[in-house]
């Protein structure tokens, strides 16, 4: 009963080093997201798919990459970590277009010296 | 574009007593589903509630419950006979029918329960 999995928990980068954030679905959900969380700023949407093969932007990408080769799988890929990127990622599948509830992941704690 | 907007950065309660957090949303659709989502010290984000706008009927589970206040774009927050366990940040979230599963939040509220 995995539901979404996150890898890392905790992670600490160098200004300039690259990175992918694991994330993993095992409820074969068409929907998944990537969100930062960011103190007093609520969680913001850094990117999303529909499903395999397809992604778009959401509120804050820059600095940003993800692909989605299968149903299950949704990494990030920091190209060249900033101290701005300093946050809490959190994962998100869901099921359904109209209504599906969204399920979190753990979260990353990433920190960017 | 979606607002949300959570005006109470922090908000306290006596345990067994009633609390109610505020939400108050901005969009141009007619169609779109509201939540509220508790994140508790562990990080874990929990669905504590949903709300469709096409019903009328207030969304209820168990000690929750809210008042969901169409035109006034009003979607708040009652936590009856509030327990220990209710201590954490609170968020609500729109997410629009036609947006796919994109969820907008709002700032969040720090809910503190006091023995």
């Known amino acids: 009963n995995a539901g979404v999995t996150q890898t890392p928990k905790f992670q600490v980068l160098k200004t300039g080093q690259s990175m992918t954030l694991q994330c993993a679905q095992d409820?074969?959900?068409?929907?998944m997201s990537w969100y930062r969380q960011d103190p007093g700023m609520g969680l913001r949407l850094i990117h999303y798919?529909?499903?395999?093969?397809?992604?778009d932007q959401g509120e804050v990408p820059n600095g940003y990459n993800v692909s989605r080769s299968t149903t299950e799988d949704f990494p990030l890929r920091l190209l060249s970590a900033a101290p701005s990127q300093t946050s809490v990622y959190f994962c998100?599948?869901?099921?359904?277009?109209?209504?599906?509830?969204?399920?979190f992941g753990a979260g990353t704690r990433l920190s960017v010296l | 574009a979606q607002t949300v907007t959570q005006s109470q950065p922090e908000m306290s309660v006596q345990e067994a007593e009633t609390v109610t957090l505020s939400c108050t949303y901005d969009?141009?659709?007619?169609?779109?589903?509201l939540f509220w989502y508790k994140q508790p010290p562990s990080r874990q984000m929990i669905l504590v509630i949903r709300?469709?706008?096409?019903?009328?009927q207030n969304a209820t589970e168990n000690r929750f419950s809210v008042n969901f206040q169409k035109a006034a774009k009003s979607f708040s927050l009652k936590i009856s006979d509030s327990q220990l366990g209710d201590a954490a940040m609170y968020f609500c979230?729109?997410?629009?029918?036609?947006?796919?599963?994109?969820?907008?939040f709002g700032e969040g509220t720090q809910l503190t329960v006091n023995p």
């Open positions: 979230a729109y997410r629009s029918y036609t947006s796919g599963s994109r969820l907008t």
């Open positions: 998100a599948s869901s099921l359904s277009r109209q209504g599906g509830i969204q399920y």
């Open positions: 409820m074969n959900h068409e929907y």
């Open positions: 709300q469709e706008a096409y019903k009328q």
């Open positions: 798919s529909v499903g395999a093969g397809i992604t």
């Open positions: 969009t141009s659709e007619s169609d779109y589903y």
